[in-house]
């Protein structure tokens, strides 16, 4: 059974750092693409970052462009998002997801994405 969980979201101050943690089962890294999306109420799920399924291909949205790094530890299951230099706006419900393909058209969308983790929450305090 495909699975994923996200883990590490706090409250951090503005200027700080976070790493979040995605565990997936069900699934290798040779079978998905893994992404991260963030929600905050009244907006539609936004993409932040994705890594390919295969040569490790990355894509981050404009916003966090020098600030966040993707990177994955496959003997782990485990994808991470590095957050540094966190802003107020970086508050949400941040979400991991695996699908085929990351590129910097479907890491923008989450239709392109076929399984969810349940979230974890970020809230950064300025």
Known sequence: EVQLVES??????AGGSLRLSCTFSGFTRDDYGIA??????GKEREG???ISRTDNLT????????????SSDNAKST??????NL???????YYCAGGTF??????????????WGQGTQVTVSS
Not at 102 to 115: K, L
């Open 102 to 115: 990351c590129t910097a058209y479907s890491g923008r969308s989450y239709i392109f994405w076929d399984y």
């Open 59 to 70: 894509y981050l949205e404009d916003s966090v462009k020098g600030r966040f790094t993707i």
């Open 48 to 50: 932040v970052s994705c």
């Open 87 to 93: 802003k107020p706006e970086d508050t949400a419900v």
């Open 8 to 13: 590490g979201g706090v409250l951090v101050q």
């Open 36 to 41: 991260w999306f963030r929600q905050v109420p």
């Open 79 to 84: 994808v991470y998002l590095q957050m540094n």
